[in-house]
């Protein structure tokens, strides 16, 4: 129904006073505003609850704020904030209720503040898990004592083309898997928890999370590989991008009883200690010891014509005899021309050289080995000698 328009009142003329719930001009009853509910006694609600802000961070008693966990906290900065800092912004809820209490906590977690990862794990924030806090995430939820270890320990440590997921962590053997591994949330990676009786502390490396050293990294994610070939392509990785040594290796495998695959990681290990640096350059020379032939020098550098030094795969120095095997990446065309440029250049020399795809060595070996056997005898190389 249309109000109806308030009418002036003449000048001179008196006011009616306005009832409560009468309407003077004749129109609707207004309606009647229920009393808002008293607020429940409690803690008082922070500030970055109510307007704009960092997620659950800024405005919390003792805390300064956290922009993003990217730079360092302030001068002033609480313990909270520094254990966010420090943690990646992954806080048991132990640790959280000990410096805010477990109202505030709740509060932040119903808010959409804070994430609840898991069962005992909280998240400073709302969004997706960046890589360092899923390594966090793992530690954390494994128990007190885990570390990062194997291939995940490895690629922190900067090695290179190692398998991202799952994690690896190790704990002490008198601990037992948590529950909460089962519960993670979809933006985290799967989580491997090995147990170990030796874990001393020359075999960790402090870091955020802690982890194992590289050697020990690379011995476990050696004897946890899926097949052999990732094992030595691993240990091959780890030495010839500089991270550890073959001596280093070796003596954490002394230290490990139960290391598994152990022959093969030792005998991969005297390959890399005898220059080899690749997997397929591993495949060589296990082929050439299973076909009986001479063992080669691996890596021995020469000097190209433009002054460049460069290195060779495999060479037979008494007889003049090269091997260079190919990987896919000396298909590119760019590649492709230098290796025929030196490949003219060794000729021009007058050493031999013989070239072979990486696969063809690990797929049909008798072949590479007939080859190789030729031109070893051609330059010289008699069997029975």
Same mark, same amino acid.
């Given at each position: ?11 001179? %003329? ?13 129109? %609707? ?31 919390l008693p003792g805390l300064s704020g956290l922009p993003g966990l990217s ?299 007939? %080859? ?14």
């Open positions: 129904m249309p109000v109806t328009p308030r009418q002036p009142v003449p000048s001179g %003329q008196p006011v009616t006073p306005r009832q409560p719930g009468i309407a003077v001009d004749g129109g %609707q009853r207004p309606r009647q505003q229920s009393p808002k509910p008293p607020r429940r006694p409690g803690l008082p609600r922070p500030a970055s609850l109510r307007g704009p802000g960092l997620p659950g961070i800024s405005g730079g360092l906290p302030a001068e002033d900065a609480g313990e909270l904030d520094w254990l966010a800092f420090e943690q990646a912004g992954v806080l048991t809820s132990g640790q959280a209720e000990r410096l805010l209490g477990r109202g505030t906590v709740r509060g932040l977690v119903r808010s959409g503040r804070w994430r609840s990862l898991c069962r005992g794990l909280l998240l400073t924030g709302n969004g997706r898990l960046t890589r360092d806090q899923q390594l966090w995430v793992a530690v954390l939820v494994a128990g007190q004592g885990a570390v990062l270890a194997g291939a995940t320990a490895a690629g922190e440590a900067g090695v290179r083309g190692l398998r991202r997921e799952p994690l690896h962590v190790l704990v002490p053997a008198a601990r037992r898997a948590s529950t909460a591994l089962r519960r993670l949330p979809l933006d985290m990676p799967a989580v491997l928890v090995r147990r170990t009786a030796v874990l001393p502390e020359s075999h960790l490396q402090l870091g955020r999370p802690t982890r194992t050293t590289t050697a020990r990294a690379l011995a476990d994610a050696a004897g946890w590989a899926r097949s052999d070939d990732e094992a030595r392509s691993i240990l091959a990785a780890g030495c010839q991008q500089r991270r550890t040594t073959a001596g280093e290796i070796r003596a954490v495998a002394a230290e490990l009883p139960k290391l598994c695959r152990r022959p093969l990681i030792l005998r991969t290990l005297d390959d890399v200690e005898g220059g080899a640096q690749a997997l397929s350059e591993l495949d060589f020379v296990a082929l050439c010891r299973r076909f009986r032939l001479p063992a080669p020098d691996l890596q021995q550098h020469r000097v190209d014509t433009s002054g460049r030094r460069r290195y060779l795969d495999a060479y037979w120095r008494r007889w003049r005899l090269h091997v260079e095997v190919d990987g896919a990446h000396h298909m590119d065309v760019r590649h492709w021309a230098a290796d025929l440029r030196r490949q003219n250049e060794i000729w021009i020399a007058g050493d031999r050289i013989l070239r072979f795809p990486a696969f063809l060595v690990r797929s049909r070996p008798a072949e590479v080995a007939g %080859q190789v056997r030729a031109g070893l005898e051609a330059a010289g190389w008699r069997a029975d000698a």
